[in-house]
């Protein structure tokens, strides 16, 4: 059972950085592809990067690209969303997810694990 804990969220100004970690458990980490996900409050949970089992691979939503990076560890099975130049309008729930395999794609249902969420705010 895949078990993933999100950490390093929290309150910074428009301009500012933040790096989120999601700790996975329970698992042999590398059969996994991870995704992070956020969710504004009254809106859908939208995409926001995705990483391959090794790392070689990686994409994001158009809204972030050139301003977050998504990396792992897989020797400390964990994944980070680096997060520069922050706006407003990224203040949300940010939730890391896994996939059984070696990538998966940009649709909450690929991916059957999630953590509980981390919450991000940026203050204008």
């Known amino acids: 059972q895949v078990q993933l804990v999100e950490s390093g969220g929290g309150l910074v100004q428009a301009g500012g950085s933040l790096r989120l970690s999601c700790a996975a458990s329970g698992v042999t980490f590398t059969t996994y592809a991870v995704g992070w996900f956020r969710q504004a409050p009254g809106k859908e949970r939208e995409f926001v990067a995705a990483?391959?089992?090794?790392?070689?691979?990686?994409y994001y939503a158009d809204s972030v690209k050139g301003r977050f990076t998504i990396s792992r560890d897989n020797a400390k099975n964990t994944v980070y969303l680096q997060m520069n130049s922050l706006k407003p309008e990224d203040t949300a729930v940010y939730f890391c997810?896994?996939?059984?395999?070696?990538?998966?794609?940009?649709?909450?249902?690929?991916?059957?694990?999630w953590g509980q969420g981390t919450q991000v705010t940026v203050s204008s």
């Open positions: 990483i391959s089992w090794n790392g070689g691979t990686t």
């Open positions: 997810a896994a996939a059984l395999g070696t990538l998966a794609g940009q649709s909450r249902y690929d991916y059957g694990y």
